[in-house]
């Protein structure tokens, strides 16, 4: 029971703290110039307490400038098939894969077959591509209307078509 008492007793004298804390804060505030503007005794003075430390405004953070990214985290530095090889878009390389197989595969398959040949790579995550990815780009809206599904294997919906477009 000592112990309970002993939070309760640690609690209160937090919660009361913590109201202090609240109203100069209010006080302060009245009297503190607005956004953007700075109060040069204030860059100067030193906090009175760690909590008031906690309650001063978080510097912005510095971002890095347009044009310098670093190499690595966009599969940058990866090595690629030549360019007239590697399509730039998921489908593409889907539909090419299954044109050279000329069989319904499975979306793993697809997925192995993709990465084999590097005629893809995910453009954000860096991340090697999965199955999922290639099942998900085959149910997307846009695309459904040039792929099948039969089975759990993948097949195109006119491969004729989609030869004279490749071709084109």
């Known amino acids: 029971m000592d112990a309970i008492a002993e939070r309760l007793d640690r609690l209160i004298a937090i919660g009361e703290r913590t109201n202090q804390l609240l109203e100069r804060l209010q006080s302060s505030a009245a009297t503190q110039p607005r956004a953007g503007e700075r109060d040069p005794a204030e860059s100067a003075r030193v906090p009175d ?6 309650t001063q405004r978080p510097t912005p953070r510095r971002t890095q400038p347009a044009g310098r990214r670093q190499r690595g985290k966009t599969g940058l530095d990866r090595p690629r ?4 090889e590697a399509p730039r878009r998921l489908h593409d390389a889907i539909i090419r894969v299954l ?3 000329d069989e319904p595969l499975t979306a793993n398959d697809i997925a192995g077959r993709i990465r084999e040949r590097n ?3 995910p453009p954000r995550s860096g991340h090697e ?3 999922g990815q290639v099942s998900a780009r085959v149910g997307n809206a846009t695309y459904r209307g040039r792929f099948l599904r039969r089975e ?3 097949w195109l919906k006119d491969p004729d078509d989609e030869r004279r477009r490749a071709g084109s």
């Open 49 to 54: 307490s760690p909590t008031e430390v906690a």
């Open 81 to 84: 098939g030549s360019a007239s």
């Open 99 to 101: 044109l050279d197989a």
């Open 119 to 121: 005629l893809f790579e």
């Open 129 to 131: 591509l999965r199955g």
């Open 152 to 154: 759990g294997r993948i």
